[in-house]
């Protein structure tokens, strides 16, 4: 346990360190704080249109962060043959793809923790929202968020023990907008209700359904732009939800495992 604790608080050193993350965070940072400048394109729905528009921009900060944080991992450690002493000591491979794991999800939660204190201190303090339960149910929003991520992280770490960055990037990215933006569609194709769908098209949805992630159960964020739109069960939903994405994670983990134990380094 304590060689994975030590390469994951060197790898949190190294992302913190990384300019363009810090670029990318920046960036995100800035938009949240401009925001609330952008409320006369909707006078009638300012607050829904605010908490739309800062929700927004965390989730696509994060998921840049998540993707680019990771692809590196193990191609970087591999180019500047660093791997070779780490192996070379009494870490095992296992150890080691599960230490760079940890390391880029406390990097990741880091900056999103940073993000999500700048929303509040935006809505607190320019929007005079200073409630528990106005700011908690912002709140909630970023923490599945960052489920959502850490299971990104996952699938770019996957990728990265057998692909180069560059591929890695769109291939994870790419998974990422199939199991959000166009999960609904595969859902539809794979509904077996529906008679006018050929059935080799149904069977392709119904597998991309089973191994790509549903990232867009993740989305909670219209509770916290309509307050009256409310979870049914929200803390079973949560949990549910927290399960589901520590399963695909240990998926993930495990055949990224057998693929870097096998491969020459």
């Not at 964020?221 to 399960?243: C, D, F, M, R």
């Amino acid at each position: 346990m304590s060689a994975i604790l030590s390469i994951a608080k060197t790898t949190l050193g190294e992302a913190i360190r990384r300019r363009v993350l810090l670029v990318i965070l920046l960036i995100g940072v800035l938009f949240l704080v401009i925001a609330p400048g952008l409320e006369a394109l909707s006078p009638r729905q300012e607050a829904t249109v605010l908490r739309a528009l800062t929700l927004g921009v965390i989730q696509l900060t994060s998921a840049v962060i998540a993707i680019v944080l990771t692809v590196y991992l193990i191609p970087n450690e591999i180019e500047r043959r660093t791997i070779y002493t780490i192996l070379s000591k009494p870490v095992l491979r296992w150890q080691f793809l599960v230490g760079k794991y940890l390391g880029a999800v406390f990097a990741l939660g880091l900056m999103m923790a940073l993000m999500t204190a700048t929303m509040l201190l935006v809505f607190a303090v320019m929007k005079g929202q200073t409630s528990v339960d106005q700011l908690g149910g912002l709140a909630r929003v970023p923490v599945m968020f960052f489920v959502q991520m850490s299971l990104l992280a996952a699938v770019a770490v996957f990728f990265s023990t057998f692909v180069t960055p560059v591929v890695n990037f769109f291939l994870s990215g790419g998974v990422y907008l199939v199991g959000s933006v166009f999960n609904s569609l595969f859902e539809a194709f794979a509904d077996p209700s529906r008679g006018d769908i050929n059935p080799v098209a149904r069977a392709l949805a119904t597998v991309v359904q089973v191994i790509v992630p549903n990232f867009q159960n993740f989305n909670v964020q219209n509770s916290a732009i309509n307050p009256g739109q409310v979870i049914q069960g929200e803390l079973s939903y949560t949990i549910g939800l927290i399960g589901y994405a520590l399963f695909y994670i240990a998926i993930l983990l495990i055949a990224g495992i057998l693929i870097f134990d096998r491969r020459e380094v």
